[in-house]
T-cell receptor, first 115, second 112 residues
């Protein structure tokens, strides 16, 4: 079984400042890892994913994340945020094994960018 | 390619009525997933379907909820005799295989 923990329910940050959104996971099997963004009253948009290979993954809108197997983490970072980055961010994990490719989501982190 | 289409976007039902949510996957995608997002929570897996088959329904409530993905037409998530606790956003996602999800914009169900 897999689980995802997003410790920060809300992260306030000023525009043009760097930000890190934390994600830790637990799993008894190898995993795929994802970050999704959800703007108000909209669906989820994939920011980036880790499937294999390089542990530093670059995504859309200037975001990147680093897979750290020893710390079971997949933190999301952006060096300089914009007002338009204000949204809910979800970390998710999917296990390799089994017939189902279902995603297990964290509870989300609201990134609130202030001018 | 129109993406994953869900309709309606908003649905209001009185307690005891039936809610029917539709999801048309992306062209060429034969795998469909339904998720529910309760207020202030993340998404919870409900059911995974391939054409004419339910592969994993471990997240579906035991009563009142059912899902199908017929050979022709959209996938349907049906909720019978809705209660206030069913109010949520329901998201559908599709994929061509076991990876690469694309989510729809969701159906927001309000039970009054």
């Amino acid at each position: 079984a897999q689980s995802v923990t997003q410790l920060d329910s809300q992260v306030p940050v000023f525009e043009e400042a760097p930000v890190e959104l934390r994600c830790n996971y637990s799993s008894s099997v190898s995993v795929y890892l994802f970050w999704y963004v959800q703007y108000p009253n909209q669906g989820l948009q994939l920011l980036l994913k880790y499937l294999s290979g390089s542990t530093l993954v670059k995504g859309i809108n200037g975001f990147e994340a680093e897979f750290n197997k020893s710390q079971t983490s997949f933190h999301l970072r952006k060096p300089s945020v914009h007002i338009s980055d204000t949204a809910e961010y979800f970390c998710a994990v999917s296990g390799f094994s089994g017939a189902t490719n279902k995603l297990i989501f964290g509870t989300g982190t609201l990134l609130a960018v202030q001018p | 390619n129109a993406g994953v289409m869900q309709n309606p976007r908003h649905l209001v039902r009185r307690r005891g009525q039936e809610a029917r949510l539709r999801c048309s996957p992306m062209k060429g995608h034969s795998h469909v997933y339904w998720y529910r997002q309760l207020p202030e929570e993340g998404l919870k897996f409900m059911v995974y379907l391939q054409k004419e088959n339910i592969i994993d329904e471990s997240g579906m409530p035991k009563e009142r909820f059912s899902a199908e993905f017929p050979k022709e037409g959209p996938s349907i998530l049906r909720i019978q005799q809705v209660v206030r606790g069913d109010s949520a956003a329901y998201f559908c996602a599709s994929s061509p295989d076991r990876g690469g999800y694309t989510f729809g914009s969701g159906t927001r169900l309000t039970v009054v």
